[in-house]
């Protein structure tokens, strides 16, 4: 069964709750078009509410699942179907206006009246109020827990710093950028806004629903990932408990060796091996239906094994020059300078026995 309901950012986030995006989606990955657009529309909606508090802004919708409670005794857990960017960006947004009251000196109120209310759990030993999936934890929790290395160079960390520095902009003094956007406001109003200006839809799916299902449709209605995510979505699903284990141990290394569009490759190369007529356009199609022959958690962990060997087969094929054996990196360089992916195929087979799979993925992955 299906509920939702018109809700707001300070009723999502108040009281004992814990968001959880599933290992199987994306990282943060908005940019600062996405963090721009985000900002103008809640700088804008601030304007109008001086004038008319009931004044809001329509962000779109947040799609959760319930889950049993395997944490501190009170503490409700959802998991992220969709929306996880705009969640994250906003409570980074929050956290940055946290950080702004207490750095120029306006609010030492705000660790209470914000941090505590908005991004941590305090009576739940500390529990962030959302749990990124594992690529972006560190540097998330390095932001809401004010430790040293806040504001990395990774896209949590980017989006931190851009979002501090148009706190620290809208409170600037007076000079030729008097006429910008947002100069009439000032940062208790931006709070405001984000916590009771932004409408949103909230569903929420019960635990008998199929989350991968949901997340499926949605994939399908314009909510664009890549073949690569929802590959990746299948596959961790079908694992269930095995899957915390199976992505820190072998998925994670695969993503921080490959990025998004070589993983799409890496999963159109593999099917290309028993259909050679596979269209990449289509490869999500293809392996899916190849996934579904596998009856058991053993089967697709070992799935995610192999795949994860290939992996560093192709990453040996797109950066030859880390390969410690000086003949295959000539080869493999001149193959690269050629500028063609016709020939992977068929430098995956032969580099198989002659590097072995199972060896590099010991050894890298």
Not at 144 to 153: D, K, L, T, V, Y
Request: with cysteine; hydrophobic share 35%.
């Amino acid at each position: 069964m299906v509920a939702a309901q018109e809700t707001n950012l300070r009723e999502i986030l108040e009281g004992a709750k814990q968001y959880r995006v599933p290992l199987y989606q994306r990282v943060y990955s908005w940019t600062g078009k996405q963090i721009d657009q985000l900002w103008d529309d809640i700088v804008e909606t601030a304007e109008s509410r001086m004038s008319d508090s009931r004044v809001t802004h329509f962000i779109g919708s947040l799609v959760l699942a319930a889950t049993p409670d395997f944490g501190p005794v009170g503490l409700m857990k959802y998991l992220v179907v969709d929306g996880q960017q705009r969640l994250t960006t906003l409570t980074l947004l929050l956290a940055a206006i946290r950080d702004h009251l207490l750095d120029t000196r306006q609010d030492p109120s705000a660790v209470e009246r914000i941090g505590y209310q908005y991004l941590i759990n305090q009576w739940q030993e500390g529990q962030p109020k959302l749990l990124p999936t594992r690529a972006d934890r560190d540097s998330y929790l390095a932001v809401i827990n004010r430790s040293p290395g806040a504001g990395g160079e990774d896209g949590i960390g980017a989006a931190y710093r851009r979002l501090r520095g148009k706190l620290a902009e809208i409170e600037a003094p007076d000079d030729d950028a008097s006429d910008d956007v947002g100069a009439s406001v000032c940062v208790k109003d931006i709070e405001t806004t984000v916590l009771n200006g932004l409408a949103l839809v909230s569903v929420t799916a019960s635990g008998n629903d199929n989350v991968y299902r949901i997340f499926e449709s949605l994939n399908n209605t314009g909510l664009k990932l890549t073949q690569a995510d929802l590959l990746k979505n299948y596959l961790f699903m079908r694992l269930g408990d095995r899957s915390r284990a199976v992505y820190e141990a072998v998925w994670l290394p695969l993503e921080r060796h490959l990025s998004p569009d070589q993983l799409e490759l890496l999963f159109w190369l593999d099917l290309v091996r028993t259909d050679e007529k596979a269209r990449q356009s289509e490869t999500y199609e293809g392996q899916q239906r190849r996934l579904e022959r596998l009856t058991s958690v053993d089967q697709v962990e070992a799935e995610v094994r192999r795949i994860a060997g290939l992996g560093a087969l192709l990453e040996t094929i797109l950066k030859p020059e880390r390969d410690p054996d000086p003949e295959l990196r000539r080869r493999l360089k001149r193959m690269r300078d050629w500028g063609t992916r016709t020939a992977y195929p068929i430098i995956l087979e032969l580099l198989r026995p002659s590097c072995g799979e199972d060896a590099r993925d010991a050894g890298r992955y």
